[in-house]
DNA sequence: AAACTATATCGTAATATTGCAATATAAATT
DNA sequence: AATTTATATTGCAATATTACGATATAGTTT
């Protein structure tokens, strides 16, 4: 046992929790916030920005990279990162979905 | 070493990661959407709606209570679970303001 | 009160995550 | 070509998560 029972689940279920366990780490979610906040596309400082040792944040960004959530591009011997905005936005239209969806419901429930 | 560093992060960012967290697992996205479908407040046959063992809903669903993206009130003998809202909101509210973000600025970064 | 129902907790095994030092890789500079 | 710079990978220890059988708790029904 330990083993997450993916199959059991649909596919859009495992792909929204695969997005949110992404973001489920504070480093991951300040490395987002990061990359909104600076303009241009940035490599490495990340590194400096963040205050965990380079494997560590070399580690959050791969998994970031793996649930799509950034996307990176080599840029001479370094790499550049960005948002990948379609995963945001299938984020953003999940939770607005689910927030409309309650407002018109205005369950009295508990 | 293995535990999480929130100290260095800010609590806002811990927050929107505890709240990605409780929906990194599909069991628990499952229970939301459970939860969405069924108007009024249900109680234990959620357990019977996942492929997964008594104890281990119970599990997951004291990991959404913990980060208050649902609540639960003693009905008789049995426990009313539903989602709550305000979490929902924040999240949706978070990715709302990323993609608008993005939007604006269309990055042609990567 | 005994039996039943619904849920939580405990204990534990299997697995995954977090963090980092050490090391590898690969492009850039000297 | 040697050095520097930027990033990734490996290996490993500490910790957390996932899953569930067994058991506890607490209200309900008989």
Redesign the interface.
Known sequence: MGA???E???DY??H???L???????????I??YL?EV???ICGDIVNE???AQPTVSQHLKELKNARLI???IEGNAI????D?KS??K??DY??N??D???K?K?N??
């Open positions: 997450t029972k993916t059991h689940f649909t279920q495992n929204i929790a695969t949110s366990k992404a973001l489920g780490h504070p480093a991951r979610v300040a987002i916030e909104m303009d241009t596309c963040l205050p965990l996307k990176g591009s550049c990162y960005c948002i905005e945001l936005t984020l953003r939770f607005a689910i927030s969806s309650l407002e419901k369950s429930c508990c």
